[in-house]
T-cell receptor, first 115, second 114 residues
């Protein structure tokens, strides 16, 4: 069975500091994709970053980077230079090919940026 | 690019009525659309996977007759909650993808059944 685990229900970070949100996953499928989404209080799910299981390099998108450690089955999100607008729920998700492109979400981490 | 819209954004209905929610991919053709449900302070739960022109694939525990999904074109999927009851009140979110690419989400629809 595919499983995504986010062990931090809530996190605080000082504005302009970096923060790491943890995500571990479990799958027997050799081909999968890992995503991070941001959900502000408005409810919309905003795509942040994607990492493929065969990608050699860690994904980066602006202030977001994904620390992909395949052997440890972890895909932590690093947000650099936190901004007040980063306060939101963050979900880690995994898509596996043999699941017909279905995506499983973690339970989420609520990030609060402190001025 | 990759914009997905949902309509309505918020709906309140009486118990026993049916509610239709539309999900549109505005600037791309989506081979697959997904419908999720999210309870307050919880994660997204996949309800069904919808491919254009074919029947939706429902997740275990999701009633097909209760949550009717129609994927009439590559840019439109609809979810109809039939004979809605208060326990159906929730946040419903759709997403759309092209092939194996990233899923892009709509803004969600908050359904309240009185």
């Amino acid at each position: 069975a595919q499983k995504i685990t986010q062990t931090q229900p809530g996190m605080f970070v000082q504005e302009k500091e970096a923060v790491t949100l943890d995500c571990t996953y479990d799958t027997s499928d050799p081909s999968y994709g890992l995503f991070w989404y941001k959900q502000p209080s408005s409810g919309e799910m905003i795509f942040l970053i994607y990492q493929g299981s065969y990608d050699q390099q860690n994904a980066t998108e602006g202030r977001y980077s994904l620390n992909f450690q395949k052997a440890r089955k972890s895909a932590n999100l690093v947000i650099s230079a936190s901004q007040l607008g980063d306060s939101a729920m963050y979900f880690c998700a995994m898509r596996w090919v043999r699941g017909y492109q279905k995506v499983t979400f973690g339970t989420g981490t609520k990030l609060q940026v402190i001025p | 690019g990759a914009v997905v819209s949902q309509h309505p954004s918020r709906v309140i209905c009486k118990s026993g009525t049916s509610v239709k929610i539309e999900c549109r991919s505005l600037d791309f053709q989506a081979t697959t659309m997904f419908w999720y449900r999210q309870f307050p302070k919880q994660s997204l739960m996949l309800m069904a996977t919808s491919n254009e022109g074919s029947k939706a694939t429902y997740e275990q525990g999701v009633e097909k007759d209760k949550f009717l999904i129609n994927h009439a074109s590559l840019t439109l999927s609809t979810l109809t909650v039939t004979s809605a009851h208060p326990e159906d009140s929730s946040f419903y979110i759709c997403s759309a993808s092209v092939g194996t690419d990233t899923q892009y989400f709509g803004p969600g629809t908050r359904l309240t059944v009185l």
